[in-house]
T-cell receptor
Framework: AQTVTQSQPEMSVQEAETVTLSCTYD???????LFWYKQPPSRQMILVIR??????QNATENRFSVNFQKAAKSFSLKISDSQLGDAAMYFC????????????FGKGTRLHILP | NAGVTQTPKFRILKIGQSMTLQCTQD?????MYWYRQDPGMGLKLIYY???????DKGEVPNGYNVSRSTTEDFPLRLELAAPSQTSVYFC?????????????FGPGTRLTVT
């Protein structure tokens, strides 16, 4: 069965600095999607970034980028120029492209932004 | 567009009671999902639907039932509530398979069973 592991329950970063959140996953499949979701205090989940496993190029969305290492099964999220509004829980998630529409979430990393 | 709406926002149930969590989306999305989020955990899929009249079990379906009679609505039914069902419940929708398309979440329902 697929698993997603986020080994950092909490992290802090100074405003305007860069922070990297870690995620590893376990799967025997070769074709899948990986996601980072943000859950602010309002609780509503928001998609931050998405990566398709067959694309070697790392996805980027403005200040958010990923480091996707397929062989190592690693999918870290880098937030550049951290802003107070980035404070939230961040969840890494996995979905097999070839299976039913079931997404596996990690336990999350709580990110604090220090002014 | 209101997006994905959920009612109620909060609810306290006694053990053994039943209730229905409502979810409606106005984006004409075919795919809809129900997740639960326990404290300190990520989301776990309860049920999902790929279209009206079609539902399928997710990772944690026991103790729940769903129906999908229309594209817009995807209610989640709890029969005989148990303390283990205390959680925050999220409904979500997507135009198609997640990954190909973005998944949109509702604001959640916080349920306490005592």
């Amino acid at each position: 069965a697929q698993t997603v592991t986020q080994s950092q329950p909490e992290m802090s970063v100074q405003e305007a600095e860069t922070v990297t959140l870690s995620c590893t996953y376990d799967t025997s499949e070769s074709d899948y999607y990986l996601f980072w979701y943000k859950q602010p205090p309002s609780r509503q989940m928001i998609l931050v970034i998405r990566q398709e496993a067959y694309k070697q190029q790392n996805a980027t969305e403005n200040r958010f980028s990923v480091n996707f290492q397929k062989a190592a099964k690693s999918f870290s999220l880098k937030i550049s120029d951290s802003q107070l509004g980035d404070a939230a829980m961040y969840f890494c998630a996995y979905r097999s492209r070839n299976r039913d529409d079931k997404i596996i979430f990690g336990k999350g990393t709580r990110l604090h932004i220090l002014p | 567009n209101a997006g994905v709406t959920q009612t109620p926002k909060f609810r306290i149930l006694k053990i053994g009671q039943s209730m229905t969590l409502q979810c409606t989306q106005d984006m004409n999305h075919n795919y809809m999902y129900w997740y639960r989020q326990d404290p300190g955990m990520g989301l776990k899929l309860i049920y999902y639907s790929v279209g009206a009249g079609i539902t399928d079990k997710g990772e944690v379906p026991n103790g729940y039932n769903v129906s999908r009679s229309t594209t817009e609505d995807f209610p989640l039914r709890l029969e005989l509530a148990a303390p283990s069902q205390t959680s925050v419940y999220f409904c979500a929708s997507s135009p198609g398979q997640v990954g190909l398309y973005e998944q949109y979440f509702g604001p959640g329902t916080r349920l306490t069973v005592t």
